[in-house]
């Protein structure tokens, strides 16, 4: 059974940082993609980050710059760096992980003040 825990959620000011993270309960090496989404306050779950078992990573233009996807296989984590964070990523983030079937965590609150 495959599990993906994120953490690392909170509540930050605008202009802040804050770094995502989704622990694995398997190699991660399993998954030829990972990718964060996120959904905010109304809106549908967006693609935010890409990052292939290749190295190759692809981001949302609205967070292009700013956010940074990375992992650990060493200790089966996916990684989101955030920066610069305004109001507009206000949102509950998700992990995925694709491998001939999707997997999803439960999702961590990032709450951005203005």
């Known amino acids: 059974q495959v599990q993906l825990v994120e953490s690392g959620g909170g509540l930050v000011q605008a202009g802040g940082s804050l770094r995502l993270s989704c622990a694995a309960s398997v190699s991660i090496f399993s998954f030829p993609t990972m990718n964060w989404y996120r959904q905010g306050p109304g809106k549908q779950r967006e693609l935010v980050a890409t990052?292939?078992?290749?190295?190759?990573?692809n981001y949302a233009q609205s967070v292009k710059g700013r956010f940074t996807i990375s992992r650990d296989n060493a200790k089966n984590t996916l990684y989101l760096q955030m920066n610069s964070l305004t109001p507009e990523d206000t949102a509950v983030y998700y992990c995925?992980?694709?491998?001939?079937?999707?997997?999803w965590g439960q999702g961590t609150q990032v709450t951005v003040s203005s």
């Open positions: 995925n992980a694709w491998a001939t079937v999707d997997y």
């Open positions: 990052l292939t078992s290749g190295g190759r990573s």
